[in-house]
């Protein structure tokens, strides 16, 4: 055995031998010697899961080296602990679709069974193979461990400071049940009850915690493993879309499990005497044991503690699934349409009519909705959106039918004058996507301030007035300055221009809001005019008291 090797054990009594008449207890460490089997699995496993729990991305340590780490946003952190797992060389579609997002993890499996077949071919030939791999065993849970902890606090905060599942909007609340779908009807389950959304949050959290500490680690595990175990299922049976990501971090707690699991079933099933005989190397140098502190602070102090405020910030004043930005106040609400023209022809109430609108709301943000009876594209998406920029933030439509438009407005309150653009693209979620992988990383905020300051304006196409643009002022700017970050500066300088989307532009009047006078063109070109008279509806929800966001 290597002198920085030994085992942590706790003492068993031993027959009493002679040269042993007081019957003293042992704690000798025994290693045993690994049967050929054990040894071939091990070999899989080790570059499986080392595979799984390594990012093997360029856009993630890319992302890493230019992150701004005096202005963090929540997500490059986030980020960090959340990339994508496992050998992706030919898509995840290369099974077929019932296997979608499987597909690396198979071919990770299948590249660690020839790996492993190769290793075991290598430590044949050599002339004294290793009796057993009880430090790399050590090691490949240490980087397990780790890896899922970090993971699942990154997904725990969002639960924990409630955003990832919001409350409902006045667009949400106004739109029929039967006009959800399974997916959408769960998260708004969750969203309605926050401080159930907490406890999961909090369970979440604690496993994660649990992890980090190897005396803890079996706990932590059989937590994480029920807790997303719970979530796996919720995923399929809604069509959440997130079951890919869950399933990872069950697979990870089920390794870690594995090896407490014989000694589980001998204490609990067979109620037999168990001593938890546990393979450590000692770290008997003082550089050693420093580097093993340090690290295990650092990543402590980085997840637990610096990430944790970035994401009360973000629960605060930037929640990543509704817009951020405060709407025109005197326009919030629910409104009835009493009175609608277009191109100066009267359209007489009808629930059956695909041109006139039914309701308008207006959010606490700058959203308008209103309903009307047409089929619409549906966004299957979980509704996360662009993390910056309020239009891509598309919870309020993510899961919604019925006919329901949403649109993202900015307001000229000088001219009383909404410039409005359906927040529905086609192309949203394959951007997302690919921006959640990691992204171009960060840079000096002076440097940024500076580019945004030369940088084209984000309408370039002169739809909005330049007048109307120094009124409306720059989005970016409109939350709490400790919200502020190098991210957030950077990815509305690289924001898309010209995105074809429909547009509105329509002048307002109101005296106290309760009743609001619309006048200008709809997204057909089409002049409209609207009376909005408020519904003062009382709902059977009670308002939340944990909503994210000030407005």
């Known amino acids: 055995m290597s002198p920085i090797e030994t085992i942590d054990t706790v003492e068993r009594p031993t027959p009493i031998a002679s040269g042993n008449s007081n019957g003293t207890l042992s704690?000798?460490?025994?290693?045993?010697?690994?049967?050929?089997?054990?040894?071939?699995?091990?070999?899989?496993?080790?570059?499986?899961?080392?595979?799984?729990?390594?990012?093997?991305?360029?856009?993630?340590?890319?992302?890493?080296?230019?992150?701004?780490?005096?202005?963090?946003?929540?997500r490059d952190l986030y980020d960090i602990a959340r990339f994508g797992s496992g050998i992706d060389l030919f898509g995840n579609t290369i099974f077929g679709s019932k296997l979608n997002g499987y597909a690396n993890w198979i071919f990770t499996f299948l590249v660690a069974v020839v790996g492993g077949?190769?290793?075991?071919?290598?430590?044949?030939?050599?002339?004294?193979?290793?009796?057993?791999y009880n430090l790399l065993y050590y090691w490949l849970r240490v980087i397990v461990r780790y890896r899922a902890g970090i993971g699942i606090i990154g997904f725990g905060f969002t639960k924990l400071l409630p955003v990832q599942m919001p409350y409902p909007s006045l667009g949400l609340l106004e739109t029929n049940l039967g006009d959800f779908t399974a997916q959408k009807i769960y998260w708004l389950s969750i969203g309605i009850v926050p401080w159930y959304q907490i406890f999961a949050g909090v369970v979440e959290v604690a496993a994660g915690t649990l992890l980090f500490f190897r005396r803890t680690t079996t706990l932590g595990a059989i937590l994480l493993f029920g807790a997303l175990g719970d979530i796996v299922y919720v995923n399929f049976a809604y069509d959440g879309g997130v079951h890919v990501y869950s399933s990872y971090f069950v697979l990870l707690a089920g390794f870690l499990i594995i090896h407490d699991i014989p000694k589980i079933y001998r204490l609990l099933i067979q109620e037999r005497f168990t001593v938890p005989v546990n393979y450590y190397p000692a770290f008997a140098q003082t550089w050693q044991k420093l580097t093993r502190i340090g690290l295990k602070a650092g990543v402590i102090v980085l997840f637990l503690g610096v990430l944790f405020y970035l994401q009360l910030i973000n629960f605060l004043y930037d929640p990543y699934k509704q817009p951020s930005t405060a709407g025109v106040k005197k326009l919030r609400g629910t409104y009835h349409v009493t009175e609608f023209r277009i191109n100066n022809q009267s359209l007489p109430f009808s629930p059956e009519d695909s041109v006139r609108w039914?309701?308008?709301t207006f959010e606490k943000w700058t959203t308008l909705t209103y309903k009307v009876n047409r089929p619409l594209p549906l966004d299957l998406s979980n509704g996360g959106g662009d993390p910056m920029r309020d239009i891509n933030r598309t919870f309020e439509i993510s899961g919604v039918g019925g006919g329901r438009r949403i649109f993202h407005y900015q307001a000229d309150t000088v001219n009383q004058v909404l410039y409005l653009q359906d927040k529905y693209f086609p192309f949203q979620g394959r951007r997302n996507r690919a921006a959640g992988v990691g992204g171009d990383g960060g840079q000096n905020n002076s440097n940024t301030q500076q580019k945004k300051k030369e940088a084209a304006p984000v309408y370039d196409d002169n739809w909005i007035p330049k007048e109307a643009l120094a009124n409306i002022g720059d989005e970016n700017l409109k939350i709490d300055k400790r919200a502020a970050s190098t991210r957030r500066d950077r990815e509305f300088v690289e924001a898309p221009k010209n995105e074809k989307r429909n547009r509105m532009i329509l002048k307002y009047s109101t005296t106290d809001g309760s009743r609001v006078i619309l006048t200008g063109t709809d997204d057909k070109k089409n002049n409209v005019y609207i009376v909005l008279d408020k519904a003062n509806k009382q709902y059977a929800l009670s308002e939340s008291t944990l909503e994210a966001g000030k407005y």
């Not at 080790?46 to 340590?61: A, D, K, M, T």
């Not at 992302?63 to 963090?72: E, G, K, P, R």
């Not at 077949?117 to 057993?132: G, M």
Request: contains cysteine; charged residues 20%.
């Open 27 to 74: 704690n000798a460490p025994i290693i045993a010697e690994w049967k050929t089997y054990q040894k071939v699995a091990f070999r899989i496993a080790f570059i499986f899961f080392v595979c799984l729990s390594i990012p093997n991305g360029v856009e993630w340590y890319k992302q890493v080296a230019n992150m701004d780490w005096t202005n963090l946003h929540y």
């Open 117 to 132: 077949l190769i290793w075991t071919f290598v430590d044949a030939k050599r002339i004294s193979s290793p009796k057993n």
């Open 358 to 360: 039914q309701d308008v």
